[in-house]
């Protein structure tokens, strides 16, 4: 993506206007939520502290190969990275080595909601070279409510970041199924990125490819080519984000987790709402249900694609992909409510994304670029569009106030003092260490209770057997052991694939215990160090995401001279 090419292009005042703005409203949204040292979102503290930890791991010089949260659960570590990828967090960690954890979470905040205005313009710009429409539908979707109640309300900061990355992965499909198929690499890129934020967006994101392939199955049918393209792109993006996909699955496949027994966010179709709530998601923005937390597409949003009523005549390309973004919109709002199947085949398949609506990310973007089209179709002379213009950005103003205000009334920490605010977001027992769901705490694990209750000990079989200064040094876990003859030790460590035991500097094999944690055969005395050593497919993996973001970097700047050179050579 060349953002200078595209302000050079003629268009420069439309664009630093819409920069100017951009960057007004997300300090304004910045001001009017808040620091993070007063968040009380549901998942922020999880988010938190994955961003702390990463801050600690730079700090102690073990990234990449950090992946154990060793300080949570008491001590006894959290498998987190391999679960959720930490790229996108990393140059903000960088800064947060030189400030504090609070600012690094806000720059990061503002940071995005900046990009991400700047992808949509680009996105919309590039489709419909309409540097209005552009305008519009960054505006309405980097501040649609459903982003605002991620960011803030939920505290859900993957989903949030995901709204990044979400226009880029379409301009990339819009090459490859429409426009200019040799760009195939923005839709790796695009869907890279998506991936190394949240894995569950990028699933849904796929089912909506899927039901784009099959609305634009015509073309691809006469230009094969751009199903080859498709094809490469998907590879390429496997190659790209080999670092996060590969280790993953090795994780799920050496155990299994909370996630796969306990349904820990409630199973398929568990955040569906009655149309009654529907009903309040197109309010708000200026209206809420009362006491409750609730959000959806917004009030502007609505208004925006009422335009299309208005709209009398054309019958052009572009009209006709709004309308299907429109209608895309409305099917997935349906979607959402207690009418849908999500209990059946083969909707019981993506039972794992938890709640429905989190198809409001995709609804938020459907409804920009519709509504965004409408509007630039129907204003068309320079009074009008600037009228409608400042009229949208006040009306965001108004929405984002609103939405913070109605976030800090259902405050339930908003009157307590910041040091305890701060403090609520440490990781301890009756916060159930600030895990959420706790997906990936090991099934053998009855209950965190045990690990409560158990303390930090070492368990043997042997009576006589003698455990002696255990200690915890960051990533390792080190004590002494005296045997009178060999012995099963349970250590104070859950079980993970990648951890390595020594005794006296020698392997020792791991085997996880009955209750989830790692137990090892010690078949003398000694001194005994546990920490993450990292498997070898975590190892290579990051390498081949590298190498492939290296290849694929010369890819794109070969084909780019070579484009130039092809344009001189034809002057």
Partial sequence: MDITKMIESGKKKPFWLFLFTLVFLSLFMVFCFGSSSSYSGFDFPFHYRRLYTLIDALKHGVYPSFYVDFSNVEGYGYFIKGFYSDIIMVPFAIVGLFSNVYFAYDLMIFTMTVLCGIIMYYAVNVIYRNAYTASIAAILYTFAVYRLYDIYQRGALAEALSFTFLPLVFLGLYYVLIGNYRKWYILAIGYSLLIYTHTIASVLMFVVLLILFAIY??????????????????????????????????????????????????????????????????????????????????????????????????????????????IMGLLFILSTSRIFPWGRFPFSLL??????????????????????????????????????????????????????????????????????????????????????????????LIDISYIHDRKERVDHRNSDTQISELRREYNKTLFKVALSKSDTLELPLLYYLGYSVTLDNEKLQINQSDMGLIEVVAPRSGDIKAYYAGTTLQKNSFYISLLSSIALGIYIFLRRRQRTDETKFAR
């Avoid at 409408?374 to 103003?397: D, E, G, H, N, W």
């Fill in 351 to 444: 039972s794992f994304i938890q709640y429905p609506w989190r198809l409001y990310e995709f609804v938020s973007l459907f409804f920009a670029i519709a509504g965004a089209y409408y509007i630039s179709s129907l204003f068309v002379k320079p009074k009008q569009r600037t009228l409608v213009m400042s009229f949208i950005i006040l009306a965001t103003m108004f929405t984002i106030y609103i939405h913070s205000e109605n976030y800090k009334s259902l405050d339930p920490d908003g009157g307590k003092p910041l040091s305890v605010r701060q403090s609520l977001v440490e990781p301890d027992y009756e916060r159930g260490y600030n895990l959420i769901g706790r997906e990936y705490l090991p099934s053998k």
């Fill in 217 to 326: 199955i015509k073309r691809i049918i006469n230009e094969p080519k751009r199903l080859f393209y498709l094809l490469l792109a998907g590879v390429v993006t496997v190659l790209l984000t080999a670092y996060y996909i590969l280790p993953m699955l090795e994780q799920l496949s050496s155990n299994s987790f909370y996630l796969d027994s306990r349904d820990p966010g409630g199973g398929a179709g568990y955040g569906k709402v009655g149309f009654d709530y529907i009903f309040w998601g197109f309010l708000s923005g200026v209206a809420y249900p009362t006491h409750e937390l609730w959000s959806g597409v917004g009030i502007i949003l609505t208004l925006c694609l009422c335009f299309r009523f208005f709209i009398r005549g054309q019958k052009t390309k572009l009209l006709r992909s709004a309308d299907i973004f429109a």
